[in-house]
């Protein structure tokens, strides 16, 4: 018998008892006759307390040994509150070694001296220590709960094929080449979508699927080049029915996994959300919007800003630190450009200002007045071309809020930003490619602007975006042949490339397809907004490294000449 408990449930209750526990030595104090060591499972970590003389031990020992003790349960002199187990420690009368170890690379502890890359390269190590391993868990809690409330509300898991051919959701695709078909490829799928629509065609009223999606992207710490996302799909839904119903799972997952009541999401236009926030996918936990100018400075005559094609500023109301002078004003030369300038509104009511010719007492007064600012208020402004300032004052407005401490981690607000362009202009190709994918439903209102305006057609898209992070995207689908051929020609795809790329789904077409529509959330980036924001890698067991690599198992690596041979490439 290896333990009659585990190393995190023995307590007070159980002083005296006769007990065994395994575990991973963590800590070894050594006091001449007394040992205390610190033995860790996947429950908890127990003192032990033994006397050389009590046991025979004719062994050494080292961190992350692995022992077998047997003791008796005692109240111990000096309690650790802070952990379930910090007011018992075991007397030991017997201590069998079930494995030596190596000297770990580095402190398997709560707090650790590890870099990123030596615990990537030491995940299993690095998997026995408590953060790692509770990300886990919570991870494991997330996807079970995920099951639940979609299962309870009829929606069918359905796994979907990851050998295929082409994915349509932009990226790159990773390509597996066949042993038996020469010259013939496999792609990994980017995700489910063809097929979820194609179970919808199939009469399944709802899919969901926990699923692993592939991306040969460039590297970026936020990203993983295989990720799993929450994929989902209805049947006879409109965007409303979708918003509504996956508002209700965000909020259920937040109840469950956080104990947090989160508040009814917001709903915008990309539009309005490049409009007030320079970005489509905005931070409100300081719901600090653009006030645009362009009016004012008009009417005002202001000279520099009045030819501008845009002029926008926003307000700090109440600024605790508007008077942190050497901190702020480092802070506002590091964000300074031509076209961005600042007032400040000190308590004792006195006025400074950038410094740029055009700006005098009046004309921030002018300002001053029109955002009703009061003292302790701050106002930053920015002008210029349209895209760009808005662009530029929007990243801006990111940095203001974390010089402010305006971005707490513990505070989330979602919202869905909606109505996303269909279409975009690529340089490269001098193509029109889909802003989310081919599938995708334009507005009906919108579709006559097809021959003229192609980027001006909204389509039925919708990104759910929390503390500025998007967390999920989707749309309403195409369910009608010709729009989808339509949609097709605009991407420039010729008749043979439809037949060869999808000639299996737009047949499928011509059986009944109904009115469908889903979303994919991120599972990976769910849980790392639900833990603050932290690193996407703690979340996931055996994460690649921000070059797309494997350290630890070393891949992508070179096949052998013979491997690639079977493979009919050389
Ligand atoms: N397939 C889409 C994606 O992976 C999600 C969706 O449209 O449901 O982003």
Redesign the pocket.
Known sequence: MYRTHNCGELSRKDIGKEVILSGWIQKIRNLGSLFFIDIRDYFGVTQLIFSKKSVNKNFFLGKEFLIKVKGKVIERFSKNYNIPTGEIEISVSHIDLLNSSLSPPFTIENKTDGNEEIRMLYRYLDIRRDPIKNNLILRHNLALETRNFLSKNGFLEIETPVLINYTP?GARSFVVPSRTHINKFYTLA????LF?QLLMIGGIDKYFQIVK?FRDEDSRSDRQIEFT?I???MSFVEVHDVLTFFEHFIKHIFKIIKNIQLDPFPCISYYDAIKMYGTDSPDIRFDIPFVELNDLVQKQDINLLKIQELVIGIKIKKCYNIHENDKMNCFLKKIENKNFFWIKYLYDRTLLYSDQNFLNKEIIKIFIKYFEANPGDLLFFSYGKKRKTREEFGKIRLKIADFLNLRNSKIFKPLWIKDLPLLEWEEKSKKYKSV??P??SPKEEDIHLLEKHPKKIRSK?YDLIINGIEI????I?IHNKNVQNLIFKHLGLSKKEIESRFGFFVKAFEYGIPPH????FGLDRLINILEGNQNIKNFIAFPKNNYGKDIMINAPSFLEKEKLKELHLR
């Open positions: 959701e980017q995700s489910p979508q979820k999606c996302q994929d989902c799909e989310h994918h599938f995708t898209s999920g995207s989707g749309s689908r529509g889903g979303i994919a």
